[in-house]
């Protein structure tokens, strides 16, 4: 005969398994990452009306990503609407030999970016909102610098910029050279 705190585990247990078999996330060809989670909240007549919003990076590794910026009541909500947002607006990154082709120098806002290529062996050195972003790419050796403000929403949407601003200039060398 079993004691009543055996069955309690046996049956824990059994749930344990199977809450963990239903949560478990499909694999994906992305890597998503949750660089900043805020918790904001607005005065409203009936009191405070508390929400979240997370920033996300989806980089497959490989020269494409994304980022997204999600808000919800919830923060699980919030996640998840920022790594649906970031899949839908990859974009492409030229990479030659685990690296970006050229400098480049992105002013947006009051965030300014120096992205620069590194030598093989070098690895990524990049600040935290920068160093998700080029690792998400797939980029292995960068040189990189925030100068301006520190604010990590920002710094990530200029880096952004100065990737979509190399694939069109490399494109445009790239017509160049073909005429």
């Known amino acids: 005969m079993q004691k009543a705190h ?19 996330k499909a694999p994906s060809e992305f890597d998503e990452q949750i660089v900043q989670i805020n918790r904001v909240s607005k005065k409203t007549k009936g009191g405070n009306k508390i929400g979240f919003s997370a920033l996300t990076v989806v980089g497959d590794k490989k020269g494409r990503v994304g980022v997204g910026l999600g808000k919800a009541p919830d923060v699980a909500a919030a996640i998840r609407k920022g790594v649906s947002y970031a899949k839908k607006h990859l ?24 992205l620069k290529p590194a030598p093989p062996g070098s690895g990524i050195i990049a600040g935290g909102a920068i160093r998700s972003v080029v690792s998400a790419a797939g980029i292995v050796n960068i040189s990189s610098k925030m100068l301006g403000t520190e604010n990590k929403i920002s710094n990530i949407y200029a880096t952004l910029d100065a990737l979509k601003q190399i694939t069109e200039q490399a494109r445009k060398i790239k017509e160049r050279r073909a005429k």
């Open 6 to 24: 055996e069955r309690e585990d046996l049956v824990s247990n059994s749930m344990n398994n199977n809450s963990r078999q239903a949560y478990q």
């Open 91 to 114: 974009v492409e990154v030229p990479i030659v030999n685990g690296t970006i082709p050229f400098r480049i120098d992105v002013k947006l806002g009051a965030a300014k970016i120096m």
